[in-house]
């Protein structure tokens, strides 16, 4: 039986929606942390809860599970985040998440026009990329590269 603010790998499992595998992998990541109980059954903190959905957000927009791993090595340990805490791991995140977010910005505005890609099956293909000349560039979208690597400063 969970002691009250605990909760079991199930229950937590449950509530947000991911199998108790996942929870065991996050673990194992050191991106959540559990403790055993007198029948050495794992016990969450309530705000493991808020920790997993903020790493499937997270993992949705394609942050890697290194940099969720560091921004979360910033949130004490010992106790339940505050509100202060999670500002500055927001403040520390805010410049990744920025630039993920132009990413996605400039990808679903190429994708309407020649991405580089070497079909030549759009209709401005011949404009962009005319006989397929930005195969000399390398493999890939090569216009669609260009527009989600992050400006030079
Ligand atoms: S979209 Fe493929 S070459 Fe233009």
């Known amino acids: ?13 449950a509530r947000c929606g991911v199998r108790v595998s996942t929870l065991h992998f996050y ?10 109980n007198n029948g050495n059954q794992r016990r969450y903190r309530a705000d493991v809860i808020r920790r997993v959905a903020v790493i499937k957000a997270a993992q949705r927009v394609g942050v890697s599970l290194e940099s969720i791993r560091a921004a979360f090595a910033t949130l004490p340990d010992q106790r339940t985040p505050t509100q202060r805490d999670w500002q500055r791991l927001s403040r520390r995140w805010h410049g990744e998440l920025s630039e993920r977010i132009t990413q996605l910005e400039r990808l679903r505005d190429s994708l309407t026009g020649c991405i580089g890609c070497g079909c ?13 000349r930005l195969a000399e560039e390398g493999p890939g979208p090569v216009i669609l590269d260009r527009a989600s690597k992050p400006e030079a400063d």
């Open 120 to 132: 030549l099956s759009m209709d401005n293909c011949p404009i962009y990329n005319p006989d397929d």
């Open 1 to 13: 039986m969970a002691t009250k603010g605990e909760f079991s790998v199930g229950r937590v499992a």
């Open 27 to 36: 673990e194992r990541k050191g991106l959540i942390r559990s403790t055993r």
